[in-house]
C-alpha cells in the first residue's frame, strides 16, 4: 500500500482523489456559503465572523513601491492592502497614506502588523521587554504614516509558539486597541509552528483572524489543512501568505515555480477567505487579479504543481525546525533561510539585510565549524547558504535594493 504521506497528499489533491483540490464546481461547506463566482464578478469570501467580505486575491505591499500600482489595483477590484511597521522602513504605511487619502475610508480594508520588541529567534518566545504600552505606541506611529484613524485588521506579527500568541501583554495590547478604536480586528501572523499557532488562536478567544503562510512545498500542508478547518469552525477568518513558496526553485531565478498554479492552488481550500501575494510590478498584478474572477486549475497548472513538488530543495524554508537540533551553535536557522529567500526569490537584499541584522550574528557563523552536523528536511544545503546570505551583513544598506 502507497504511504499516505505529504507528497501523496498534495497529488491526489491536485490530480483529483481527495477532493481538496477539484473543478470550479466544488462543493462548498458552510463557511463558504458566501462565494460568488460567475464569468463577470469577483469572487468574494467573509472573513470569518468580522463581517468583511474580500475579494480572494488581495495586495501584498510589503515589496512595493509604485503608488501607481496601488491604484491600479483598487480599479481591477482588490481592496485589501496588507503593510506592516517595519516594512521600508516605514516608507510602505507612508506610501498606502498617500495613495489612499483621498478616497472613502470604508472603500478599502487596511491591514497592518507590529512586532513584539523582543522575540527570541530560537524559542518563539516573548521577552520581558515586550509591554502593551511599546505596542500600542507603534500602532499611532503607523495609523499616522497610513494617514488613518484605524486599521481594519491589526496583526502581532511573526509569532510562532502557543504561549507567544497568549501572552498577556500582547493580548491585552490588541484588546486596548480594538477598545479604543484603532483596529476594528486583531489577529496574528505567522511564518512557522503554524498549526500551533493557530490552534493557540483558538485557545485565545481573543483573536479573530490568522495570516499564515501556506503553500504547496510544506511537508505539513494536511495539517495546516485541518487547523485551518478548525479555525474556520469558530469563525476565525485565515488569510494566506508565502503561497508562492519562494518563487524560484534556484538562487540563479531560472526554474520559476508556476506562482498562478501555487496561489489557486492555496485557495482551493474555501477555508482560505483570501490570499496576499507580494505585487511589484503590473504583470504580476494582472495575473494575480485574474484569479479574482476564475480559480479553475487549468490542467497544465496541475501538472506543473507536481512535477515542482517532485524538485528538492528550492527557496523555501517551511520553517519545520528539524535542523535546530542538529545544530551545535544553535543557529537560527529558519530565519536565515527566509533571509535567503527574500534575498534570491524575492530579489529583495533590503529585508533579508534588515532580517539578518536583527538576528546579531557574525558574517560567517558557520566558519569555524569543520563539519556541519545539520540535517534539512528539504535537503538545503544549509552551511553554503548560511554562508551566502550572510555577506549581506556587511554590505552598507544605501547600496541595497
Known amino acids: 500500500m502507497e504511504e499516505y504521506n505529504r507528497r501523496t497528499f498534495i497529488k491526489k489533491s ?26 463577470n464578478t469577483i469572487i468574494k469570501r467573509k472573513l470569518g465572523k468580522t463581517g468583511i467580505e ?16 496601488l491604484t491600479a489595483a483598487l480599479e481591477k477590484g482588490i481592496v485589501h492592502f ?29 491591514s497592518t502588523k507590529i512586532k513584539p520588541e523582543e522575540i527570541d529567534r530560537n524559542t518563539g518566545e516573548i521577552g520581558p ?5 511599546v505596542f500600542l505606541e507603534r500602532l499611532d506611529t503607523s495609523l499616522k504614516r497610513l494617514k488613518t484613524d484605524y486599521v481594519d485588521i491589526l496583526y502581532v506579527h511573526a509569532l510562532s509558539s502557543r504561549n507567544a500568541v497568549l501572552h498577556p501583554e500582547l493580548l491585552e495590547a490588541v484588546k486596548l486597541a480594538k477598545k ?26 481573543v483573536y479573530e483572524v490568522v495570516l499564515t503562510a501556506i503553500n504547496f512545498k510544506q511537508d505539513h ?18 488569510v494566506a501568505m508565502k503561497t508562492m513558496a519562494g518563487g524560484f526553485h534556484d538562487r540563479e531565478r531560472t526554474k520559476p ?37 476564475d480559480l479553475t486549475m487549468t490542467e497544465q497548472e496541475k501538472i506543473d504543481l507536481v512535477l515542482e513538488d517532485k524538485l528538492e530543495g528550492g527557496l523555501y524554508c517551511q520553517g519545520c525546525e528539524s535542523c535546530k537540533k542538529h545544530c551545535t551553535k544553535s543557529l537560527p536557522i529558519p530565519e536565515i533561510m527566509r533571509a535567503y529567500m527574500y534575498t534570491y526569490g524575492y530579489n529583495d537584499s533590503k ?9 546579531n550574528l557574525n558574517d560567517n557563523p558557520c566558519s569555524d565549524c569543520k563539519n556541519c552536523s545539520v540535517s534539512c528536511a528539504k535537503n538545503f544545503n544549509v552551511t553554503k547558504k548560511i554562508t551566502d546570505v550572510m555577506r549581506l551583513t556587511k554590505v552598507p544598506t544605501e547600496f541595497l535594493s
Open 257 to 293: 515555480i508556476n506562482c498562478k498554479a501555487a496561489l489557486k492552488f492555496v485557495l482551493q481550500d474555501e477555508n482560505v477567505t483570501t490570499s496576499i501575494p507580494g505585487i511589484t510590478n503590473f504583470d504580476q498584478l494582472n495575473m494575480n487579479a485574474s484569479i479574482n474572477y
Open 129 to 133: 521587554a515586550t509591554t502593551k504600552e
Open 54 to 69: 474580500l475579494p480572494i486575491v488581495s495586495y501584498g505591499v510589503m515589496r512595493a513601491d509604485s503608488p501607481a500600482l
Open 82 to 110: 496588507d503593510t506592516a511597521h517595519t516594512y521600508q522602513g516605514g516608507n510602505n504605511e507612508e506610501m498606502i497614506g498617500e495613495v489612499f487619502k483621498d478616497i472613502p475610508r470604508d472603500s478599502i480594508v487596511l
Open 180 to 205: 479604543q478604536g484603532k483596529a476594528r480586528h486583531v489577529g496574528v501572523s505567522t511564518h512557522k509552528n503554524e498549526p500551533e499557532v493557530i490552534k493557540a488562536v483558538i485557545e485565545s478567544g
Open 221 to 238: 500542508y494536511k495539517e495546516m489543512k485541518s487547523a485551518i478547518a478548525d479555525a474556520a469552525n469558530v469563525g476565525i477568518g485565515i
Open 351 to 359: 529585508k533579508a539585510h534588515e532580517l539578518l541584522m536583527s538576528l
Open 14 to 39: 491536485i490530480l483529483g482523489g481527495t477532493g481538496a483540490l477539484v473543478s470550479s464546481s466544488f462543493l462548498y461547506n458552510s463557511h463558504a456559503q458566501n462565494i460568488i463566482k460567475n464569468e
